[in-house]
């Protein structure tokens, strides 16, 4: 090495000094209260994403312009101080960029993020900066400590002490006070916010429809298992074991959720259901009727969360002429058990979506004659080459740590994630050309999504329309799995005619096609003064957050909980923190409403 280089390295900046020098002047203009001492310091591109730190809400700014009317002010009165860099995660280089972690406080909240720093015109400037929110000063996370040994209860007797069953019926029965908050709904959704809401110290009781806690996916179809990877669809605070199927088999994953809710101590009510609500916003709570083992109960809680399913609720059916006269079985998915029942019997199967794709399989796998309508183009990608480039990075065996890969994940806005997808969706689609041209002989329409986004455009847009390939795409090339394009035009006795008016006997038909908005879950219950006030659920916003999951939703102190395993860890966190900042009184974003009182 020359002379002319070596002094030419001793003097360039280190990644750490980089972000610590942006970092030390973000927190000088942070104090300015003057939007335009932050203009230098962030990039003509620059995205600003904010999780509940400046506006109690999830909101993505693009552009100085959008970072001056989207955040405004509120980033001057969050009071942003104590901006240091994470010493477990060090800056390092980011193509051309530099990446950093990093910790700040708020007035009221402790918060992480990351930034991504970019040079313009010799002056490092933030391309991407998120602000997340990770606790409330003073309310820290229930832990246990070596020294909770002192407490009396360990150190006295105790008159009539209580055995630990005892204390736990007591506390699952609500028997010294109603909850502070109800959750609808005990699926892996309504579990992770009822975990996450117990260890901020809120009590929270979870009502189930079933009769066992996990009966949401045992109860399902006879081969169902996760697509994501049991990395990507871990629950907050508990790991799957490391020998944990990487694809998690229904009947294991429900039986988790009930040692879940068990281990982490959630006060569940099985054979439950909410029957009525009303808000009174002058004492700022509801009053929620509960139906539990035909007995009723009235609670009086402050926040009601549904986690019924983004996409749940009632079934959609198509309204099919004729299918009253079909002497055979018509079905929606979720209720579709399959199995060996259909062994020899002639399958339809409506969707070809993940849903679709899955009982098809199965029913051909148990000796069932099958054929899938197709309504529309899907996008698949293979399990094989698809998951790994998918999650390797951030969820796998060699991955960050669970918090690290979602702060990673949320660090991308979701408009920045999805326009810059297409490498990635066109490099998928290379790979497994082979099936994608296979299943386009076959007859079966595939698409790469709306301007090549893959799955994730699907997923966050539709929440379906795709599809990871386990198997049964190779039947379909294969014509062990018919391919009909269109759709059933009317049923007869004996089966259907689609619309190009061919026909087709048939046994059973299944409609693996969709649900209503998760807004509805909630009009039996609150009425449709309350409901129609709510946003819909699920879709990107102009800003690209998810519309009205993890947020407010258009009512005060009803809140929605959704979204695959992923989203509800991280989402539930989110939601949590919200519902504590509400009781503090820190979170002025929730607006009051005249009370309203509706029957079923």
Known sequence: MNTSTEKLNATAPTEEQIANAWLGSFSTALASNDLEELRPLLSSDVWWRDLVIVNWDLTTAHGFDEVASFLGSRIFQAGITDLALDPKNPPTPFGNMVQAFYTFKTKVAEGRGIIRLVQEAGEWRAWSILTKIEGIVGRPELTTSVFDAAKPAYNQPVGERLSWNEYRDRQREFLDGDPEVVVIGGGHSGLCIAARLGHLGLSTLVVEKNERIGDNWRLRYHNLSLHDTKWYGQFPYLAYPDNWPVFSPKDLLSDWMEAYAWILQLNVWTNSTAEKATYDAEAGQWEVTIKRDGLERVLHPKHIVFATGAFAGTPQLPETPGREKFKGQVIHSSQHAGGHEVKGKRVIVVGSGASGHDVAQDAFEMGASVTMVQRGPTYVVSSQYGVPKMHADLYSESSPPIDDADLIGLSYPWHLFLASSGPMV????????????????????????????????????????????????????????????????????????????????????????????????????????????????????????????FRPSGHPNLWFQAGGFQQARYGSKLLALQILGVELGHNDQVSTKVSVTVDA
């Open 426 to 549: 066109d490099e998928l689609a290379e790979v497994d050309k082979e099936l994608l041209d296979g299943l386009e002989k076959a007859g079966f329409r595939t698409t790469l999504g709306e301007n090549k986004s893959g799955l994730f455009g699907l997923s966050l847009r539709r929440g379906g329309g795709y599809y990871i390939d386990k198997g049964c795409s190779r039947l379909i090339i294969e014509g062990k799995i018919r391919v009909q394009p269109g759709e059933i035009a009317e049923f007869t006795e004996t089966g259907v005619i689609y619309a190009d008016g061919s026909k087709e006997d048939a046994d059973i038909v299944v409609f693996a096609t969709g649900w209503p908005n998760m807004r509805e879950a909630a009009r039996p219950i609150v009425g449709d003064e309350v409901t129609d006030q709510l946003t819909t659920i699920w879709d990107l916003d102009e800003q690209g957050e998810i519309k009205g999951a």
